[in-house]
C-alpha cells in the first residue's frame, strides 16, 4: 500500500509542476514529454487525476 501511497503523490506532483507551467510560462510539459501520442498523453492525464483522487480521498487518514 505504500507504493501506491507514493506513486500516487509523485502523479499528483507531475500534475501540479504541469498546471504550474502552464499557468505561468505556457509549456505543457507532459505533451513535451510525450510528443505526438495522443493516446500516451491522454493516459497520463487520466492517471494523474485518478491519483489526485486516490490522494484526496487517503489524505485524511494521513492527517491523523
Do not use: D, H
Not at 498546471?19 to 505556457?26: I, K, M
Not at 509549456?27 to 513535451?32: R, S
Request: glycine share 10%; aromatic share 4%; net charge positive.
Amino acid at each position: 500500500m505504500k507504493a501506491l501511497n507514493l506513486i500516487a503523490l509523485i502523479l499528483v506532483i507531475v500534475g501540479a509542476l504541469n498546471w504550474g507551467l502552464v499557468g505561468l510560462l505556457e509549456v505543457n510539459l507532459v505533451q513535451a514529454i510525450c510528443g505526438s501520442v495522443p493516446g500516451l498523453t491522454r493516459a497520463v492525464y487520466a492517471l494523474v487525476g485518478l491519483a489526485g483522487v486516490y490522494v484526496a480521498v487517503i489524505a485524511p487518514k494521513i492527517m491523523k
